[in-house]
Structure formats: structure tokens, C-alpha cells
């Protein structure tokens, strides 16, 4: 048996010397060391064997094993390092090489200008409100009723709002006032917040309106507040935003849920005020609407109005950017044309 021990150890042996890869190796590993290889049947046969040439011949056994296990793993090393140098070298990259140029993505101009926005109102005092308050599929209740929006008002009709089939009175919100019901309801004053968000209307489209927009919002509510602080607030954002030298001017207008109200309309940057197609010929262009918080709204909120007083204000994101650039046809926000989007 220490025979054909030794005939098998000089086989493997043999076939190592011949190997001329890797997958060779494993072969020879398989033919001779496997759970069904050449030395394990060997061993198989021991117990037929005295108790003292088992000693003998398993020692034997084991040693040829180890043997050869080393030789294997060292013949294994070596084709490794050979097949890996190889790899390597044909791998090889040129590290001074220039690199290619690939084109980053960029943040689209009407994220830009909430950004814009939003900073200038952290600078006045004024928090974003949490997304809970603020959820794009609304009900008739937050963004109309609590609103002062009397049940026959025609904002509530088909024909200008986005109703939806998920249940009776669910909508795609024209506004986001719903923030500002809702922060009322939970946060006691003094209240300063700010609303962002997609609101939905059900517009014909045209190069000043569209029927997806975004939209910012705004509610201060503390003691005192008058409609010199509103002028002051607006007076403000205006001059960080669009500068000193830009020509506004407030008029009065009304809404349900303020009284009195107004609105804050911009000089028309394409024509300078001489009127264009973009300003339907007027020569400003509406940016906002604002006023102080209706004292019905106030009490439906369970605020106090005998002890508090507040403004509220809205403002389309695709009208200042639009005011801001010069951009004439609000459709080309949503065009995704990058000779548009690449300026920015």
C-alpha cells in the first residue's frame, strides 16, 4: 500500500509539472486530493489493515497528503502571480492620461429661484413649514373652506380646480394656503412660516400660465401686526430680490381669506414698462397677492383676533423667475430644452 502511495504521489508530481494554468492545477487537485481523488480511496481501505500498519500506512498517507497540498499551493501561487502580472499589464492604465469630460447635471432655475427665495425669507425671520402641513393631494376643507371661500364660489368649480376620484371633495391643491390653516391650527402665535410647493389649476396654457406651477407662501400672526408690516416685509423681499432700482407698485384687490388685500405688481422687464405681449400691454406684471389674515380665518383657527392681527401673501415661482430673467413664455420652464435650461 506504501507503493501505491508512492506511485500516486509521483503521478500528482508529474502532472504538476506538466500544468500550464490555474485550471490545470485544479484538476490535478480534483484527480488526486477530492473527497473522490486517488489518495482518498487509499485511505478508504486502511481499516482492512493490522492495527500496526494502519500506524505506518496512515502516517504515511498523511504525510504524502500534506506533501503534496503544499506543492499544489505553491504551484497555485505561482500561476497567480503570472496570470495576475499579465492582467495587470494588459490592463494597464495611463494615469497622466487626460480624462474625459463628462457633463455634470445642474439645478434646474425654478429650484434656483425657490432657493433664492426661500434664503431671503430666512433672513427676514421666517421658517419653511413642515410637509405635513403642506400635502399636494388636498381637501375642499383646507383649501377652500378654512379660507373664508364661501360654498359657492366659482374657485370651487370643476372648470378651475383639479378635483381627484380617490374620495368626494379631494383635489390636487390650487394653493398651499392649506400650510398656513394648519400651522394655525397647531402652533400658537407668534407664527412666521412659509409655504413652497407644486399647486395645480385648471388653466388654459398660454406663454403666461400654465396649469402646474409652484408656488410660495407666507404667514406672519403675532400682536399688533399692521399693514405697515406687510408693506415693510414685501418691500423688503422685493429690493434683496429683484433689487432697488426695480419699479413695483401695490394696488388694492381682494381675496376671501385677507381684509383688506393687495397686489404687488412688477415693471415688465422685456418692455420696461411700455407694454409687451408677456404684459398683455400694461406694462407690469402681477407677481403676488397679499393682505391682512381675514378675522373669520383667525377665529376658525382659534385665534384670538382681538389679541392677534397677522398677513398673509402668495407668490407664483415661474412669474419672479420669469420677471427676474426675462423670460417671455412660462412654457419654457417645462420644456426641457437645454439650450434653455444650460443658460442657468
Given at each position: 500500500?506504501?507503493?501505491?502511495?508512492?506511485?500516486?504521489?509521483?503521478?500528482?508530481?508529474?502532472?504538476?509539472?506538466?500544468?500550464?494554468?490555474?485550471?490545470?492545477?485544479?484538476?490535478?487537485?480534483?484527480?488526486?486530493?477530492?473527497?473522490?481523488?486517488?489518495?482518498?480511496?487509499?485511505?478508504?481501505?486502511?481499516?482492512?489493515?493490522?492495527?500496526?500498519?494502519?500506524?505506518?500506512?496512515?502516517?504515511?498517507?498523511?504525510?504524502?497528503?500534506?506533501?503534496?497540498?503544499?506543492?499544489?499551493?505553491?504551484?497555485?501561487?505561482?500561476?497567480?502571480?503570472?496570470?495576475?502580472?499579465?492582467?495587470?499589464?494588459?490592463?494597464?492604465?495611463?494615469?497622466?492620461?487626460?480624462?474625459?469630460?463628462?457633463?455634470?447635471?445642474?439645478?434646474?432655475?425654478?429650484?434656483?429661484?425657490?432657493?433664492?427665495?426661500?434664503?431671503?425669507?430666512?433672513?427676514?425671520?421666517?421658517?419653511?413649514?413642515?410637509?405635513?402641513?403642506?400635502?399636494?393631494?388636498?381637501?375642499?376643507?383646507?383649501?377652500?373652506?378654512?379660507?373664508?371661500?364661501?360654498?359657492?364660489?366659482?374657485?370651487?368649480?370643476?372648470?378651475?380646480?383639479?378635483?381627484?376620484?380617490?374620495?368626494?371633495?379631494?383635489?390636487?391643491?390650487?394653493?398651499?394656503?392649506?400650510?398656513?390653516?394648519?400651522?394655525?391650527?397647531?402652533?400658537k402665535p407668534p407664527?412666521?412660516?412659509?409655504?413652497?410647493?407644486?399647486?395645480?389649476?385648471?388653466?388654459?396654457?398660454?406663454?403666461?400660465?400654465?396649469?402646474?406651477?409652484?408656488?410660495?407662501?407666507?404667514?406672519?400672526?403675532?400682536?399688533?401686526?399692521?399693514?405697515?408690516?406687510?408693506?415693510?416685509?414685501?418691500?423688503?423681499?422685493?429690493?434683496?430680490?429683484?433689487?432697488?432700482?426695480?419699479?413695483?407698485?401695490?394696488?388694492?384687490?381682494?381675496?376671501?381669506?385677507?381684509?383688506?388685500?393687495?397686489?404687488?405688481?412688477?415693471?415688465?422687464?422685456?418692455?420696461?414698462?411700455k407694454g409687451c405681449?408677456?404684459?398683455?400691454?400694461?406694462?407690469?406684471?402681477?407677481?403676488?397677492?397679499?393682505?391682512?389674515?381675514?378675522?373669520?380665518?383667525?377665529?376658525?383657527?382659534?385665534?384670538?383676533?382681538?389679541?392677534?392681527?397677522?398677513?398673509?401673501?402668495?407668490?407664483?415661482?415661474?412669474?419672479?423667475?420669469?420677471?427676474?430673467?426675462?423670460?417671455?413664455d412660462i412654457r419654457?420652464?417645462?420644456?426641457?430644452?437645454?439650450?434653455?435650461?444650460?443658460?442657468?
Amino acid at each position: 500500500m506504501k507503493e501505491q502511495l508512492q506511485k500516486i504521489y509521483d503521478a500528482a508530481k508529474a502532472d504538476l509539472q506538466k500544468a500550464n494554468s490555474i485550471s490545470d492545477i485544479e484538476d490535478v487537485k480534483l484527480k488526486y486530493l477530492s473527497r473522490k481523488g486517488e489518495l482518498n480511496s487509499i485511505k478508504k481501505n486502511l481499516k482492512d489493515l493490522s492495527d500496526e500498519d494502519k500506524r505506518i500506512v496512515g502516517a504515511f498517507a498523511n504525510e504524502v497528503a500534506n506533501n503534496l497540498e503544499t506543492e499544489v499551493k505553491a504551484k497555485y501561487d505561482e500561476f497567480y502571480k503570472k496570470e495576475l502580472d499579465e492582467k495587470l499589464k494588459k490592463e494597464k492604465i495611463d494615469v497622466t492620461l487626460s480624462g474625459k469630460y463628462v457633463q455634470m447635471g445642474h439645478v434646474h432655475p425654478i429650484t434656483q429661484t425657490i432657493n433664492e427665495i426661500t434664503d431671503i425669507f430666512h433672513t427676514l425671520g421666517f421658517s419653511v413649514a413642515p410637509d405635513k402641513h403642506s400635502p399636494e393631494v388636498e381637501t375642499e376643507y383646507f383649501n377652500f373652506d378654512m379660507l373664508n371661500f364661501p360654498q359657492d364660489h366659482p374657485a370651487k368649480d370643476m372648470q378651475d380646480t383639479f378635483y381627484t376620484t380617490v374620495a368626494p371633495h379631494v383635489l390636487l391643491r390650487s394653493q398651499t394656503s392649506g400650510a398656513q390653516v394648519r400651522t394655525m391650527a397647531d402652533t400658537k402665535p407668534p407664527i412666521r412660516i412659509i409655504a413652497p410647493g407644486r399647486v395645480y389649476r385648471n388653466e388654459n396654457i398660454n406663454s403666461r400660465k400654465n396649469n402646474f406651477f409652484h408656488q410660495i407662501e407666507g404667514l406672519y400672526i403675532d400682536k399688533n401686526v399692521t399693514m405697515a408690516d406687510l408693506k415693510g416685509v414685501m418691500n423688503e423681499f422685493l429690493r434683496l430680490y429683484f433689487g432697488a432700482s426695480r419699479p413695483t407698485r401695490f394696488r388694492s384687490s381682494f381675496f376671501p381669506f385677507t381684509e383688506p388685500s393687495v397686489e404687488i405688481d412688477v415693471e415688465c422687464i422685456m418692455c420696461k414698462g411700455k407694454g409687451c405681449r408677456t404684459c398683455s400691454g400694461t406694462g407690469w406684471l402681477e407677481i403676488l397677492g397679499a393682505g391682512m389674515v381675514d378675522v373669520n380665518v383667525l377665529k376658525d383657527s382659534n385665534i384670538d383676533p382681538e389679541v392677534y392681527t397677522g398677513f398673509a401673501f402668495g407668490m407664483g415661482v415661474e412669474r419672479l423667475a420669469m420677471l427676474k430673467y426675462a423670460i417671455d413664455d412660462i412654457r419654457l420652464f417645462f420644456s426641457n430644452d437645454e439650450r434653455f435650461l444650460n443658460q442657468f
